[in-house]
């Protein structure tokens, strides 16, 4: 019980995808597939973690 909703939200849109029309950029893919992607990606630094701020603080990582 309780689960009709969401199947029904699935199936929506399992159709929506299936008959959508789509714009595709195959030179985008094919540059993002083989790894030529320009973009200026920001590196982070080795001291730097991305993740600190949702690190619990009463946690160590020895």
Same mark, same amino acid.
């Given at each position: 019980?309780g689960r009709g909703r969401?199947k029904? !939200?699935?199936? !929506?849109? &399992?159709? /929506?995808? !299936?008959?959508?029309?789509? %714009?595709?950029d195959?030179g +985008?893919? +094919? !540059? %993002?597939?083989?790894? %030529? /992607?320009h973009h200026?990606?920001? @590196?982070? @630094?080795p001291? %730097? /973690? @991305?993740? &600190?701020?949702?690190a619990d603080?009463?946690?160590?990582? /020895?």
């Amino acid at each position: 019980m309780g689960r009709g909703r969401a199947k029904a !939200k699935q199936t !929506k849109v &399992a159709r /929506d995808l !299936k008959y959508r029309t789509h %714009e595709t950029d195959f030179g +985008a893919l +094919a !540059k %993002e597939l083989h790894g %030529e /992607d320009h973009h200026a990606s920001r @590196e982070v @630094e080795p001291d %730097e /973690d @991305e993740w &600190a701020d949702y690190a619990d603080p009463r946690r160590r990582a /020895d």
